[in-house]
């Protein structure tokens, strides 16, 4: 007996029609090979295993090597890049899936080892985040970062927009804009990382204006009905914080509809942690949009329900149970047990706890 839902009606986004409202979050798996961090034979596997989500959303890939933080975190500014994932969006393609690309620069959250030259990361101000990193086999304390020149910030617009030309290169279906988790346009947003006193510090304005400059070069390269963005209004995550989100995050996402994004994605509270870590009035966000609103920390199945019935998402992502359920979306309509994750195989290693998680059917087989 399966309870009615509308996890599995199809979606309209922008051009494309979704076969349902299941969406594969991004997930950072570090294993693109190095030197040139290009998405490896195993990524075309792994994602193309997946393509029966409504939509797939990559892992976070950065832009330029300034914007990596993590060792084997694909790039997508490079020929041989571009080269690599466009293996991987045929792979969905052939398999009726969606694919974006998350376009991703992580700020202060590096280490100079990753650097070009071994330099310092950038951010919005040299105040060092409290946090490690994973670089050359082992966790280090992120580097201190030096504040980006006023002269910079166009190259750092430019780089997102170029990722987004060479994104459709590659075969996208489109690209969501990292706007999240502590990393760079988080770190421009939010008060705890931006003491700036330039145009983009200060008010809520000011620190939204990277973020939303960002949105409207990707939108001016691919469309406004193939770019996406994620924002993580109360989240923790690496360091961040601001003193008063509610109204820097209306003010953003009224940015946003101008800008006509076909959706924003959302994450609910900590991620990957509690939903309900500070108050923020998240229908705030989804009135504001004219687009889809795409929810996503914690979700199971019978919350996704509720909140779809609610009508107050349109989309429902799940990270974690992808990692571990190639087939989740034949499983939640089955009712069927999940397989569990193993946390040891999240980040780097080959195919073990990559693509060697069992589907219901294979796993039937093998009894
Ligand atoms: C886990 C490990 C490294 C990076 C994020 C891109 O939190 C990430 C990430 C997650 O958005």
Do not use: C
Request: no cysteine.
């Amino acid at each position: 007996m399966s309870m009615p839902t509308k996890l599995f009606e199809p979606l309209k986004l922008g051009p494309i029609t979704l076969a349902n409202r299941v969406v594969m979050a991004p997930l950072t798996r570090n294993r693109a090979i190095a030197p040139g961090m290009v998405p490896s034979p195993l990524a075309v596997d792994y994602y193309g295993q997946r393509a029966s989500a409504g939509l797939l959303i990559t892992e976070a890939s950065q832009v330029s090597q300034q914007g990596q933080g993590y060792q084997d975190t694909p790039g997508i500014y490079s020929k041989e890049q571009i080269a690599g994932w466009k293996k991987v969006t045929d792979r969905v393609h052939e398999r009726g899936g969606r694919i974006f690309i998350q376009l991703w620069h992580v700020g202060r959250i590096s280490h100079t080892s990753l650097q070009v030259n071994g330099g310092a990361p950038v951010a919005p101000s040299a105040i060092g985040a409290k946090g490690k990193t994973f670089v050359n086999g082992t966790f280090a304390d992120v580097s201190k970062p030096r504040a980006l020149e006023l002269s910079e910030i166009p190259g750092i617009i430019e780089s997102f927009r170029k990722a987004a030309a060479n994104a459709n290169e590659a075969g996208f279906d489109g690209v969501e804009i990292h706007g999240a988790n502590g990393y760079l346009l988080d770190q421009f947003a939010k008060d705890g990382a931006n003491k700036r006193i330039d145009a983009y510090g200060g008010s809520i304005e000011n620190r939204a204006r990277l973020m939303l400059e960002v949105a409207k070069a990707v939108v001016a390269e691919i469309g406004s009905a193939r770019t996406g963005i994620r924002i993580s209004p109360v989240t923790p995550a690496n360091d961040i914080s601001d003193s008063n989100p509610q109204p820097l995050f209306d003010h953003i996402v009224d940015g946003l509809d101008a800008l006509k994004l076909v959706y924003i994605h959302v994450i609910e509270g900590a991620t990957g942690g509690p939903r309900d870590i500070a108050p923020f009035d998240y229908a705030s966000l989804r009135k504001r949009f004219s687009g889809a609103y795409m929810a996503n920390n914690g979700y199971d199945f019978e919350l996704a329900t509720k909140v779809l019935a609610a009508n107050e998402a349109d989309l429902i992502a799940f990270g974690k149970p992808f990692i571990s359920n190639p087939d989740l979306v034949e499983r939640l309509k089955m009712g069927a047990p999940l397989n569990e994750w193993d946390k040891a195989t999240f980040y780097g290693g080959g195919a073990k706890g990559y693509t060697d998680y069992p589907t219901l059917e294979a796993a039937e087989a093998a009894q």
